[in-house]
């Protein structure tokens, strides 16, 4: 018998500096929306930090205090087939310190689209094994400001990016195993000149790329999903943020964060969702130790000609 | 099966998209060699800033290019240039842009490298850099905008003034290059008609050399192997004999003491104050009846350099300082400061893309070459342009810096007689979008250095000075949008730098380079 898997939509903020949505939430997951059904999610969230390191010290800052991130996003998740999904997502951002003088900042980030592939499915007794694979593609939707970190809402580069999935399901408990490449653009400062860890003349800033692991567990049926996770965004090369200097668009940003995701269908109107999730940064190295959660909304349309009711 | 082999194909695609290269290519890579139109070979007679006459520097006569001891140092070129590593290459390749143009870069470098705020101890008390323990936590110096334009200046005048007393024996001596000597050789680089003893690049090594050991003696391993790639790149690509290089490195050194005894002796020790007088400062505008500057870090930090501004300048006398020290500012209650706090607040509060790009393009705060790099930078990239002799490139850098030096001195003279406070501290809502330095507001640094850059450059280079004074006017600008300065600050510092840079024209046309 077929299991009807609804996607699971979450916000993920993939640094503590910059509330950045480095690939959109369902991309992560492994779940796939039914053929010829949309879903549309709107969520807000919120994270925010006091601590950061500077390469491997960690620290506060009098100066910025606690700099939080305030975000809305919309989210579009199409089943062109029960096993190949395409998704998009646009936030917007808001970022604010309490204390000193900076300026927040605010504005759309990236545009992101995410194609998801179901290739592989297997049943072994009562196990189910099942594999994914996802290709994305995100971009600044304007020319946003990255030379202002902490403050600024992206790092502006284009993302491309490959993951693997693969996902246990015994009963109702999952385990879900994810591994993605970023391939990140260079991106493009308004100055002519910059210190890394030596001078470099130009305007172009050399971005590593990063890679994205995480783990996922919990309880999943049809009308409820809990899970726990933990996220780990690690960045292959880039630079430690100096001794009391500012950060930078190409430093390199690590961190570990775990976190709890929830969500929740109507028994009585299932095409509504309800979803959560709250996270905390456990391990960094070049970002802030943010603490962040998120609520949303979703609703399913169906677009098949025979609506298969439950 | 099909599917994995599919999915792998998708996985070979996808590694050999991100394989790409992302390698930039620096604006200073494209820099031809030096090839100067002129060679400006009577140099000798030009106007030093500092040093007094060539009689006061002992260099010997070479020997003639008949001689043993000189045809022993050909062959020795001869040899070292006929089988050069990759390495050697790269080092030539760097070095044969321009002595002068690849100094002014790494000192760039080091201002960038060492333009870090110290952070605060366990007492939130700051530590202060201290040249007698440069590698220590917080390491010597800290550069920031009036350390860093004094350090240019000096670099730059010492290297200038050792490429005059150079000229001056070039002339005397006569000696010719060895590829003259020996026409065999084939130089790696462009063949010049000037003299050859004693070496222009050597004289800059050792000139820079001494300098730098002093304003940036953490660094004294790179400082010492830029200074001897330099003068083995000399040999390398067959343009000096040995004693070309002695010669021109000795006397770069004592050119540099001489401007390292000014340098003792400027004010540069006393500039950072202490706490009697940072007190006596608040208190002197206190009582004038106005809202004095106070540290908009936390924890508090002390003003940067508050007697920066009785530093002895370079193109006049500091008996001259209050008389080109402008008016007081707007009073911080009167109705004039309130119009200017609502103008930079409301271009805070509306941070559109293009004055945000002016605001990043001019910021040149922490962790950069400052705001005299900047236009270091700029001149740069014009100079190039005009295929100058190594001693004119140095005469040009130092026109341009000792008139930044000074523009230093006037506007930390003027923010510290003034005292006056930051928009931001005047009207909370203001939120910048750069960092606020840590010094009174009036005038504006980015401002006096800019105005004073750009018409040093604009007499050098006249075809662009309208060019220039835009750029200085958009830097000015930069500070407002950026919520640091308000209006006055910025046209008095504009203004300011201009009366500088007139001192350093009137020096120009009559210092023999025209």
């Known amino acids: 018998m077929k299991k009807k898997f609804y996607p699971l939509l979450w916000c993920f903020f993939f640094l503590g500096f910059i509330p950045i949505l480095s690939h959109a939430q369902t991309e992560q997951d492994a779940l796939m929306m039914g053929e010829r059904k949309l879903c549309v999610a709107g969520s807000v969230g919120y994270n925010s930090w006091t601590n950061y390191w500077e390469g491997t010290f960690k620290r506060d800052n009098e100066n910025i205090g606690r700099v939080s991130t305030k975000s809305a996003m919309l989210m579009l998740n199409y089943g062109i087939k029960s096993n190949l999904n395409i998704l998009a997502s646009l936030p917007y951002m808001k970022t604010k310190a309490t204390q000193g003088t900076l300026s927040g900042l605010g504005g759309f980030q990236d545009v992101g689209v995410f194609v998801k592939w179901l290739p592989w499915q297997k049943q072994f007794g009562r196990q189910t094994v099942s594999l994914f694979a996802v290709g994305g593609y995100s971009t600044p939707s304007n020319k946003y400001n990255i030379d202002l970190l902490p403050m600024c809402i992206g790092l502006g580069s284009n993302i491309l990016s490959g993951r693997l999935i693969a996902d246990v399901r015994v009963s109702n408990f999952n385990l879900t195993l994810s591994g993605a490449y970023l391939h990140r653009s260079n991106v493009e400062i308004d100055r002519s000149a910059y210190y890394t860890d030596h001078q470099i003349n130009s305007h172009e800033v050399k971005m590593p790329d990063a890679g994205n692991f995480q783990l996922r567990t919990g309880y999943r049926s049809r009308l409820l999903i809990a899970e726990a996770f933990v996220d780990n965004m690690t960045t292959f090369g880039g630079f430690d943020i100096r001794k009391n200097d500012m950060p930078f668009v190409s430093n390199q940003m690590n961190s570990t964060k775990v976190g709890l995701e929830a969500k929740h269908y109507l028994a009585k109107l299932p095409s509504l969702g309800f979803h959560a999730n709250a996270w905390r940064t456990l391990a960094g190295r070049n970002v802030g130790q943010a603490t962040g959660f998120m609520a949303g909304v979703d609703y399913i349309f169906d677009f098949s000609p025979k609506t298969a009711k439950n | ?514």
């Open chain 2, 1 to 514: 099966m099909k599917k994995i082999f599919t999915l792998l194909l998708s996985g070979i695609c996808f590694t050999y998209l991100i394989s790409c290269d992302k390698d930039i290519t620096e604006s200073n890579a494209g820099y031809p060699a030096l090839q100067p139109v002129k060679t400006d070979a009577e140099a000798g007679n030009w106007s030093p800033f500092i040093v007094s006459s060539p009689a006061d520097f002992p260099v010997p006569a070479p020997q003639p290019t008949s001689s043993s001891a000189y045809q022993q140092e050909l062959q020795e070129v001869k040899q070292l240039s006929s089988n050069l590593t990759d390495e050697q290459k790269r080092i030539i390749n760097y070095w044969k842009a321009g002595s002068v143009l690849r100094w002014n870069e790494i000192m760039r470098n080091l201002v960038a490298k060492h333009n870090l705020p110290p952070y605060q101890k366990e007492d939130n008390t700051y530590p202060v850099p201290s040249a007698a323990n440069p590698f220590a936590y917080p390491t010597f110096p800290f550069s920031n905008p009036p350390y860093a334009a004094r350090a240019y200046a000096y670099v730059s005048v010492a290297q200038y003034d050792g490429l005059v007393m150079a000229h001056h024996f070039k002339d005397e001596f006569k000696r010719s290059a060895p590829y003259q000597v020996d026409n065999s050789l084939n130089p790696a680089i462009p063949k010049s008609e000037l003299a050859a003893y004693p070496s222009e690049d050597a004289v800059v090594a050792g000139a820079s050399f001494e300098m730098m050991k002093l304003l940036f003696p953490a660094d004294i391993a790179y400082i010492t192997k830029m200074a001897e790639e330099e003068k083995s790149y000399r040999l390398w690509s067959g343009a000096n004999v040995r004693s070309d290089i002695v010669a021109g490195d000795s006397l770069g050194r004592w050119v540099a003491r001489k401007v390292i005894q000014r340098a003792k002796t400027d004010g540069m020790g006393t500039a950072g104050g202490n706490p009697a007088l940072w007190t006596k400062l608040e208190d002197d505008c206190k009582a004038k009846g106005e809202t004095p500057w106070y540290s908009l870090e936390f924890p508090k930090r002390p003003p940067m350099l508050p007697a920066f501004g009785n530093v002895k300048p370079l193109l006049f006398s500091p008996t001259e300082v209050p008389a080109i020290r402008p008016a007081a500012p707007p009073s911080a209650n009167s109705e004039q400061m309130r119009k200017e706090l609502d103008e930079v607040l409301s271009y805070t509060q509306n941070p559109t893309r293009e004055r945000m790009r002016i605001v990043n393009f001019w910021a040149d705060g922490a962790g950069t070459y400052t705001p005299p790099g900047h236009w270091n930078a700029i001149a740069t990239d014009e100079f190039v342009k005009h295929q100058y002799s190594e001693v004119r490139w140095a005469r040009n850098y130092a026109l341009l810096n000792a008139s930044l030096m000074d523009a230093a001195i006037l506007c930390w003279n003027t923010k510290y007689f003034y005292f006056n406070a930051r928009p931001c501290q005047l009207d909370p809502k203001i939120k910048t979008l750069t960092g606020v330095p840590n010094f009174p507001a009036y005038i504006s640094g980015h401002s006096t250095f800019s105005g004073a850059a750009a018409t040093v450059l604009g007499y050098l280079i006249p075809a662009r000075a309208g060019e220039f004074q835009a750029m200085a006017q958009e830097a000015s600008n930069s500070r407002m949008y950026g919520g640091i300065h308000y209006r006055s600050d910025c046209q008095a510092g504009l203004e300011t730098g201009h009366k500088i840079a007139s001192y350093a024209v009137e020096r120009a046309k009559v210092d023999g380079a025209n």
